[in-house]
């Protein structure tokens, strides 16, 4: 179902993302650990839960299940070689079968550019 970015709070250490259904109801919610540095966690409303640490800086992100198990990547364009102005940088997504690359892009999405 398609989802869409509720907004983040104001203060810094309390910053969170709500993913809406098109029906209105959160669909998943990402956080800010607090006392982490650039570390994350994405709760489904059905209680996954996804970590997303790493660099944003660099586009360089790792995405692990509740389990520990790296589930998808990220890494910058300038790593393959290609260098474009900052403000027009992208990144590359890896994500493992049968995860649900949606979600992990909406939450990366809602990291690179809210948090």
């Keep these: ?4 970015i509720a907004g983040n ?16 109801d959160t669909f998943a ?7 982490q540095h650039e570390r994350y966690t994405l709760t489904t409303q059905l209680g996954g839960r996804l970590q997303i640490w790493g660099n944003k800086r660099d586009q360089a992100m790792n995405v ?12 910058g364009i300038s ?20 995860v649900d690359v949606g979600l992990i892009l909406c939450g990366l999405l809602c990291i690179h ?3």
């Design 9 to 24: 709070s104001l203060e810094r250490e309390q910053r969170e993302c709500a993913l809406i259904c098109a029906s209105g």
């Design 113 to 115: 550019h809210l948090m």
């Design 64 to 75: 692990v299940d509740g389990e520990g198990k790296l589930v998808a990547k990220t890494w």
């Design 79 to 98: 790593d393959l070689g290609f260098y474009l102005d900052p403000e027009n940088a992208g990144f590359n997504l890896r994500v493992a079968p049968l």
């Design 1 to 4: 179902s398609p989802a869409r």
């Design 29 to 35: 919610l990402i956080k800010l650990d607090q006392g």
